[in-house]
DNA sequence: TTGTATGCGTTATCAA
DNA sequence: TTGATAACGCATACAA
């Protein structure tokens, strides 16, 4: 470029660069020669220079999951608007995927990772991210549970115990006292969700809570979903998350249980299509999209301060639909 | 790390790059140093010197919808194995952003790029990714539709054509005269789907074939999607996908209009969650994260061998379920 | 088997 | 206002 607009190299990358102190028509002449040129500036040299690369590493399970692909997309959005790219990898619960992931994404000298939905320990992470990046994770986490409020910083998570708390208020409230929770798989979400509505339960006389434990990728067979719960129904069965409820919706259908009528079912994170399902699902509306984009947000603002972002907890809303509350009042 | 280990530069840097003329001892001696000091090669300068990234481009129109995420799964999953990374960026159906986004990933020096469901022609992409970079497309297109066969190389489609041939026949053998299309907003899939059904249509006598459209985001209102066909109603409908027809589901629960007996409902795609809508959603079902991955692969190889990988057509397949086919026979 | 030297395309420092 | 030049961290051609 600089030959061809018989400049030298620094005068034509000021003028592309848009430094002040170039006359207008030099500045015009390197234009138009990078034009002619289809120059298309390498931004690999330009990191290389400037030890940064306007790129955002995003570490997450799986990008075909509803709720996932939420946080995926804010997070992708708001990294757009900030002019950072978005590197994405999905580990699927491989916790030996995710290390590679992680190495890849420094490796490419990502300014920050964002890890969501992890299957290790916030601080773990932390430390083998830790030489120059930044990190922000996702989920809850049963070491971020501690009711003393000292979250380690750079944290985004949302308020699972509550959100729990008010789908079990709100079933007693409807009357229900035989519970279930319906999880998935070993995770440190399930735990917290699980745990959480047998600890509340308990605090109820005459509630009880059973709990199974459905596979990885058990939703996309409902029969079995609906299987799982066994010939002894309970009345009221709180679901691992949205994806689960709907693929246990249509099971119970195959198999002629009602739904509010002979089982109440609820779901966990206010999926668009929960809306949509027959009958339509109760929930918890977790703001992925937000927390994605939050998550974005302070991440880029981290890389320029230097310092890490508080931990935040973001919170969550019961959304009642016809799923649940077949009897009685049913005040959340 | 050279210095750590007492030796030059370049010997470390074979050492680590695993070069066989390197003694034992010697690479002993490095890694070791390596692993003292945390060392993370710098993949950004490796790229610098090697004019290659090992980083693919996803250009795709939303992480969120669920038929884009599977295809983006698939591609990610693809690359990974292959040991890409994959830079994403959704550009939201704006022509702007989608060129901002294939700039983007130019700059950074992706060694290909996919694009998948845009808003612009193929072979407009191609020239405007031109000059290194490679492509490779998605959905169908009007240009492609040609039956002559000379499909420009390096795209892959799934045949939405003799999916809508497939549903028409369908409807129609079911007894169903008065048909609809309801479609989204201009798009080129959508158009070819539109009117593909009305052409099939046109050569059966005594059929019908109104066609609507409603906006991008109408889904998100299922009463809307509902009030779209009208208060006089056809007997089928046709709509652009699942996650559309999951909606009219549910708008048309809300008005009381019973599925398939009153209107059948048909949708595109095949998301998981059109196996659990209720009634159970009759649908085309397009292998998207078989693309995806497709996608990455044949990009791949088209990267290292320099040449444009031939044009695939993927087959699609029509899922029948509950939402069609109250009358007759419905022989597929 | 190892060391020396050069270049990848930018930006930034220092002179002119 | 512009030009020459060094450096970013790595890979490699060539010399030893």
Chains 1, 2 share one sequence.
Request: aromatic share 4%; glycine share 8%; hydrophobic share 40%.
């Amino acid at each position: 470029v600089a030959l061809k607009a018989g400049v030298s190299q620094a005068t034509a990358s000021r003028a592309l660069a848009g430094d002040p102190r170039i006359s207008d028509p030099t500045r015009a002449t390197v234009i138009e020669a990078a034009e002619a040129l289809a120059f298309v500036p390498n931004q690999t040299a330009r990191n290389l220079r400037k030890q940064s690369t306007q790129t955002l590493g995003l570490l997450l399970s799986d990008l075909a999951d509803p709720d996932h692909a939420q946080v995926g997309a804010g997070f992708e959005q708001a990294a757009a608007d900030a002019g950072f790219s978005v590197l994405v990898v999905a580990a699927r619960k491989q916790v030996e995927d995710e290390e590679r992931a992680v190495r890849a994404l420094q490796e490419r000298g990502t300014d920050g990772i964002c890890v969501a939905s992890s299957s290790l320990d916030p601080v773990q992470i932390r430390s083998s991210v830790a030489p120059t990046p930044l990190v922000v994770v996702q989920p809850d986490h049963p070491s971020l549970v501690t009711d003393g409020n000292p979250l380690p910083p750079g944290i985004i998570r949302s308020d699972d115990v509550a959100g729990v708390e008010q789908i079990v208020r709100h079933l007693l409230s409807c009357g229900y006292r035989e519970m279930a929770y319906l999880g998935v798989g070993p995770s440190f979400t399930n735990e917290v969700r699980g745990s959480t509505a047998g600890r509340v339960m308990l605090t109820e006389s005459g509630a009880t809570m059973r709990r199974f434990e459905v596979d990885d990728e058990a939703w996309r067979v409902p029969t079995q979903v609906a299987q799982a719960l066994g010939e002894d129904l309970p009345e009221a069965v709180i679901c691992y998350d949205d994806k689960l409820a709907i693929s246990l919706l249509d099971g119970l259908r195959s198999r002629g249980i009602r739904v509010p009528d002979e089982l109440a079912v609820v779901g966990y994170d206010g999926i668009p299509f929960a809306a949509f399902s027959n009958p339509r699902l109760t929930t918890v509306r977790v703001p992925s999209a937000e927390m994605g984009a939050l998550a974005a947000d302070l991440l880029i603002a981290s890389i320029e301060s230097h310092v890490l972002p508080e931990a935040i907890t973001v919170p969550v809303e019961l959304v009642v639909r016809e799923s649940s509350g077949a009897r009685g009042e049913c005040v959340p």
